[in-house]
């Protein structure tokens, strides 16, 4: 009989893009197991089967216990796997990238070594966010106070086009239940959000710590890819579901904002503007993510085949 230690690994041909994975899947109280290229959870309700392949991250809540076979087929599938606690607002530990390539965190690495790339980057960052200014001339001081101040508006009108009382933004890190129902969906869409963020990061095989706008953390250049639409998504949805009603604010937001996620088909446009903002035109379409390919670096910039014994002038062969 075949057992699950003797299935052969899944390759990049076998893999489903980024772009066209779920955003993400909340789990808590339960076990993750796995049934051949699928994951199951199992709990006091039953067991319920997911598709590996199909998961753009995991989020594992307080509770959760996960079998080494179910890490084995997230990680030959490229998922994104969180450790998050209660509610899903804090992070604690993730891994793995789905890309083969290096091609976007080398143009990260690039963009972000220059200061006038770097701020450049955070400019289109800016317009990504609020097409209608031209933040070409702002220092990054001038583009953090736009910034806020677009916020902050944004605040106001979802307020106001609700209904929801509004009495500014309050957040107690490791408290959730500190502030008002809307404080605590507008948290746990942003949590959902950096989850989501750092799954496209992570799969694309860029650096979640070299950010544009954000820097000195782990996940900064997660949080400024989140941050891409806090105004267009997360904020807008959290006054929606405080609106509703005040009770279970966390997990409503969450489904909530997962389906908006996967009707806007955000993964996709998440990838779209991570490609666009870190390569050129000309090769933003296609860098390669899934050539599962090595190479070496030789002088002018040049790339040359791995496997090859360059010590020789016949450049023989060699077995590594």
Known sequence: MTTVGKRPALT???????????????????????????????????????????????????????????????GETGACVIWVGEHGVRYYAGGRALSRSAALLEAQATQWA???????VARAMYRLRFPDEDPARLTRHELLGREGTRVRDCYRAQAARTGVPWNGRKYTPGDFTSGDAVNQAITAAAQCMYGVAHAVVASLGCSPGLGFVHSGHELSF?????????TDIGIPLAFDVAAEAEEDVGSRTRRALRDRINETRLLERCVRDIK??????????????????????????LNV????????????????
């Open 12 to 74: 990049p041909r076998h893999l489903t893009r980024t772009a066209d994975r779920l955003s993400f899947i909340y789990l808590e109280r339960c076990t993750v197991h796995r049934d051949a290229n699928a994951i199951t959870a199992e709990d006091a309700d039953g067991t319920t089967h997911i598709p590996s392949a199909t998961i753009g991250t995991l989020l594992l809540g307080p509770g959760t216990r996960i079998t080494h076979q179910a890490i084995s087929v997230l």
């Open 114 to 120: 220059n200061v006038r790339s770097r701020i450049a």
């Open 222 to 230: 997660v949080l400024d890819i989140a941050d891409l639409y806090k």
């Open 276 to 301: 666009s903002l870190l390569l050129p035109d000309d090769r933003s379409s296609d860098p390669g993510e899934y050539v599962d390919r090595v190479t070496l670096q030789s002088d002018r910039g």
């Open 305 to 320: 085949a791995s496997g090859v014994n360059y010590g020789t002038d016949e450049q023989e062969a060699a077995i590594w």
